[in-house]
């Protein structure tokens, strides 16, 4: 919205034209969203805290947790008014990709939203059936697959990129709408296994979605993808601003969520946030180092494939418990330490996906 201002504006004063650049568009939309989270955050916690919306703590789960019952949650919506606003405020809204990205986060955040709803206001323990919450995750998956595929401009835009080697490069065709598919939902749900304790998921997904930024820009600009050897896609360089509102958004939720948390992210949060950096690897081409910079979120996901599988293959577990947070906390790791070491991995393997820009 405001970009349309700036640019009527320009006719007036030559120095509204500042804001065509992406990189000072995209440091306002962290700002933005920043501020938007540290104001709205007070009030939400409160509110959430009135109607006794509180986090319902498992008795089986580790001890330490039961502190926790009654802690505000569903305060994932903040994260995602903040990033809609930011977005909206900053971005070009002429740009499919922004829309698809945007729409597509905040379908999985009502989906997460419902799960939440019914399992914190309405009492019912199993909150949105598992096969609904995969139906309508399946549903906007594939939907988001379907238009992207359908709207492709050049064969690139489904093409899958290997990191590391400059000249290959995998024509998926049609298989590129099942790829989506499992990239977005698979991302969605890992980002919503890893968030359960203070601040764990929440800057893992700021420094891949920071990452993602980058990669965002330097795809959408003819000059550096050229250089860099990495796929020109037209247009998406426009989701840095979306980055960046994830990065504001996600380091003012931190203001709130760090240990000890006074605000949970909930499913509405997690599910969102999830679909968004699922979204954003595949319209910046990077799916396979997006499951490099979230290793924090696979190795999750992967330890509850493993502990489900063994327990009904062998009877017995791999894990004191999963996900694999849980396990060290039962190892007799205090909360903080396992957050800050999962924290530097996570740190560790953005950075290596950040270098697949230069290896190759």
Aim: with cysteine.
């Amino acid at each position: 919205m405001l970009l349309w201002l700036t640019e009527y504006l320009q006719q007036y004063y030559s120095g509204f034209n500042v804001f065509n650049y992406l990189t000072l568009r995209a440091i306002l939309s962290v700002i933005t969203a920043l501020l938007l989270s540290l104001f709205i955050g007070p009030i939400m916690i409160r509110k959430l805290a009135h109607y006794q919306i509180g986090q319902t703590v498992r008795n089986d789960g580790p001890q330490t947790h039961l502190s926790k019952s009654g802690t505000p949650t569903m305060g994932g919506a903040l994260i995602l008014i903040a990033i809609a606003l930011s977005t909206l405020l900053w971005g070009d809204l002429e740009n499919r990709h922004v829309w698809v990205v945007l729409l597509s986060t905040l379908a999985f955040g009502i989906i997460g939203w419902v799960d939440d709803y019914r399992k914190l206001i309405r009492k019912d323990p199993t909150g949105l059936p598992a096969r609904w919450k995969y139906f309508w995750q399946s549903v906007v998956g594939l939907t988001v697959a379907i238009y992207l595929f359908q709207t492709q401009t050049s064969p690139v835009e489904t093409t899958l990129i290997v990191p590391f080697f400059k000249n290959v490069a995998i024509a998926m065709g049609v298989f590129f709408i099942p790829m989506t598919y499992f990239v977005i939902v698979g991302t969605s749900n890992a980002v919503n296994l890893t968030d359960g304790l203070d601040g764990l998921a929440i800057l893992p997904t700021v420094l891949v979605a920071g990452a993602l930024g980058i990669f965002a820009y330097v795809t959408g600009n003819i000059n550096f993808s050229e250089y860099l050897a990495i796929p020109y896609v037209v247009g998406v360089g426009e989701l840095t601003i979306f980055c960046g509102a994830i990065v504001g958004a996600g380091l003012g939720f931190l203001w709130f969520n760090a240990y000890p948390a006074q605000v949970f992210m909930g499913d509405v949060g997690a599910l969102g946030l999830g679909a968004a950096l699922g979204t954003l690897a595949v319209a910046v081409r990077q799916e396979l180092v997006l499951f490099i910079m979230g290793g924090i979120f696979v190795m999750e996901t992967v330890s509850v494939i493993l502990q489900v599988g063994s327990y009904k293959l062998t009877g017995r577990r791999i894990f004191n418990m999963a996900p694999l947070h849980h396990h060290y906390e039962l190892k007799g790791w205090p909360e903080p330490r396992v957050i800050v070491r999962f924290w530097i991995i996570s740190v560790v393997l953005v950075l290596i996906g950040l270098a697949t820009l230069k290896i190759r």
